[in-house]
């Protein structure tokens, strides 16, 4: 039942979440305490139905896993991740690997700046 609890959480959430922002929405309404909202993270993500991505700030972050290839936009001033699917890394990797003979196995790539949302509220 606290699996359910969290993956909902999760698939219900627009942004990535950090362990701590899923352990308080969870704790409103369940008895449940942080060690065991880290267990089942980890489960789901074992189980390939959640996607575990540190950033660049070395904070694990928490979404929905649907196998997409994903970059993210990052605010500086709210902290909320914006996915994007646009990549052209994909060459990049090909000719670095023809030229270097390195494998790549994966990439990840963080835009920062001001969102939409908070530019508002500038003005």
Request: hydrophobic letters at 35%.
């Amino acid at each position: 039942m606290k699996k359910d609890i969290i993956f909902n959480v999760i698939k219900n959430s627009p942004n990535s979440l950090t362990a701590e922002e899923i352990y308080n929405d969870v704790s409103q309404d369940i008895d449940v305490n942080l060690s065991t909202v880290y267990r089942t993270l980890n489960n789901l993500v074992e189980k390939d139905l959640v996607t575990k991505v540190v950033r660049q700030d070395k904070i694990a972050y928490y979404e929905l896993a649907n196998n997409e290839h994903k970059h993210y936009l990052i605010c500086d001033n709210c902290n909320n991740a914006y996915s994007t699917d646009m990549c052209d890394l994909d060459k990049i990797a090909r000719k670095i690997k023809k030229e270097t003979g390195f494998n790549i196995t994966s990439h990840t790539l963080e835009f920062h700046g001001i969102c939409p949302e908070c530019l508002k509220n500038v003005k």
